[in-house]
């Protein structure tokens, strides 16, 4: 049977307070949307429709920019869930199949529970199914109504519910599988809410058993994960309670953390086997750690490639960039984009690296600026040196090329374009402007001048 996913995110999302469309906030450094997008990605779909209204070019824009296979339709005006739906409809004519409505605010639910719906909804051969769990607090939610035989009959907002019906603790999650065309049949026969005035979606489960449809329930364990996000409160709930099942999931594959409740991951951050972290490390998007990593603790990465065996101390911050197998890194390093560090290379102590590369077992262990160099195998970068790289009167930036086995003295200025070459050495202090060859040394300091007696006469003098 075909499926095609509707994910509604037109709504104002007023109670967050922002600028930023709701739906764009992010949970583990990815936009809310997008942690339902790669979910429904699991089931195949043959479509997946995002309704899009409030903020709607940012948020067309972000998915374009993220996802290809992703259709947008724009809700003109916010006038309901169920209304959502319904701009869904021209996308979808003569499909018919399973559609799978999912609500752009509720994040974290998970493949399996997704998965576990749609098996549901196929087994019980039902028409509509509701996916509910039960909340310790249901303020606010629509409420899943029984009959005697303890059927679904109705789905009750909060706001139009009785003070029984308050009391129910079952709620609606806001997931559904539905048939089409026969859900658009319903959703056009709903008629506005008295006290809102919108054409509310839940209202499809009344109309479907009137008119004779079979509407069942899946009831869903993880009710916290299904909890929708509607303020920044329940926002800050969200990234605690996927930061929890992240810490979990790592420790049960085999990630030792000192203080997990001080670590947090991004959706897609992958950690290998024995890695250890130590407390207040941060992990943005797009980092992949292989097995027997040490981070020390207090660092913050992201677009970042761990290789095994490496070291990372304390007070780190890394983006876009690459550590090779057995590297040590830190305390207090700073890599930027393109940086590249090769197999057991050292960059140690305040140290800034941008668009280079430190060759095999290379390394700069103290207080220096590397941009734009290409170091190679078994070079020392003595403390203190800056490769000047930006002309800043031509504004161009040049590249300095170190060959293997070079030694460059401590606290050199290294003026490119320039090439050092092979097994040369820098004296300390040297100011370097030209190319050195081979095997040179090359200094640039004046001798040092020896004024013998100097203190004594200096006091004297006073
Ligand atoms: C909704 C449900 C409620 C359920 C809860 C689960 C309805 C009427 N109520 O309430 O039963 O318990 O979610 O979290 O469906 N949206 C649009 N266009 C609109 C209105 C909303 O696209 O015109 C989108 C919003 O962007 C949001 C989602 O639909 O992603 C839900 O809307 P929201 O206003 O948050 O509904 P709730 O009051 O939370
Ligand atoms: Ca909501």
């Known amino acids: 049977m075909k499926t095609a996913v509707v994910i509604l995110a037109a709504g104002k999302g007023t109670r967050m307070k922002s600028n930023k469309p709701k739906v764009l906030h992010e949970v583990a450094g990815v936009p809310m949307l997008f942690h339902i997008i790669e979910a429904v990605e699991s089931l195949t779909p043959n479509e997946i429709i995002v309704v899009t209204g409030h903020g709607g070019e940012t948020v067309n824009e972000a998915i374009a920019a993220n996802y290809e296979n992703v259709k947008c339709v724009t809700q003109e005006?916010?006038?309901?869930?169920?209304?959502?739906?319904?701009q869904a409809q021209t996308a979808l004519k003569g499909f018919d199949g399973n559609i799978v409505i999912l609500y752009g605010d509720v994040p974290l639910i998970s493949v399996d529970t997704l998965s576990q719906l749609n098996l549901s909804h196929q087994s019980q051969e039902n028409d509509i199914t509701v996916m509910t769990a039960f909340a310790d607090d249901p303020t606010g939610l629509g409420r899943i109504v029984r009959d005697a035989n303890d059927d679904i009959s109705a789905i009750v907002e909060q706001k139009n519910a009785t003070d029984a019906q308050k009391k129910i603790d079952e709620i609606n999650t806001g997931i559904y599988?539905?048939?089409?065309?026969?859900?658009?049949?319903?959703?056009?026969?709903?008629?506005?809410?008295?006290?809102?005035?919108?054409?509310?979606?839940?209202?499809?489960?009344?109309?479907?058993?009137?008119?004779?449809?079979?509407v069942g329930t899946y009831t869903a364990e993880d009710a916290e994960a299904l909890?929708?996000?509607?303020?920044?409160?329940?926002?800050?709930?969200?990234?605690?309670?996927?930061?929890?099942?992240?810490?979990?999931?790592?420790?049960?594959?085999?990630v030792t953390m000192t203080d997990p409740q001080s670590v947090f991951f991004s959706l897609d951050t992958k950690i290998g086997k024995d890695v250890e972290i130590g407390p207040n490390v941060q992990f943005g998007p797009n980092v992949r750690v292989e097995s027997d990593v040490r981070i020390e603790g207090q660092c913050t990465m992201s677009d970042t490639y761990i290789n095994s065996g490496a070291n990372i101390l304390s007070f780190c911050h890394f983006e876009d960039a690459e550590i090779g197998e057995d590297a040590t890194v830190?305390?207090?390093?700073?890599?930027?984009?393109?940086?590249?560090?090769?197999?057991?290379?050292?960059?140690?102590?305040?140290?800034?690296?941008?668009k280079s590369v430190v060759g095999e077992g290379s390394k700069v262990p103290h207080l220096t600026y590397v941009g734009d160099v290409q170091i190679g195998k078994g070079v020392n970068i003595g403390g203190g040196t800056i490769f000047a790289n930006y002309d800043s009167v031509a504004k161009v930036k040049s590249q300095t090329v170190i060959a293997d086995g070079a030694s460059i003295g401590a606290g050199n200025v290294i003026i490119a374009p320039v090439a050092i070459g092979e097994e040369s050495c820098t004296g300390a202090n040297a100011t370097i402007t030209k190319d050195v060859p081979a095997g040179a040394l090359s200094f640039s300091k004046p001798e040092a001048i020896i004024k013998k007696g100097y203190t004594a006469k200096h006091k004297a003098d006073k």
Do not use: W
Not at 330 to 354: D, H, M, T, W, Y
């Open 177 to 214: 599988v539905v048939k089409a065309p026969l859900v658009f049949d319903l959703i056009n026969n709903v008629s506005a809410d008295s006290i809102t005035a919108e054409y509310y979606l839940t209202s499809i489960v009344a109309l479907g058993l009137n008119a004779g449809h079979t």
């Open 227 to 254: 909890s929708g996000i509607n303020s920044r409160l329940q926002l800050a709930c969200a990234e605690d309670h996927f930061q929890n099942i992240k810490r979990e999931a790592f420790m049960a594959e085999g």
């Open 330 to 354: 830190g305390p207090f390093c700073r890599l930027r984009p393109n940086a590249q560090l090769e197999k057991g290379s050292k960059a140690g102590s305040f140290v800034e690296i941008k």
């Open 77 to 86: 005006e916010q006038l309901g869930t169920g209304h959502a739906v319904a």
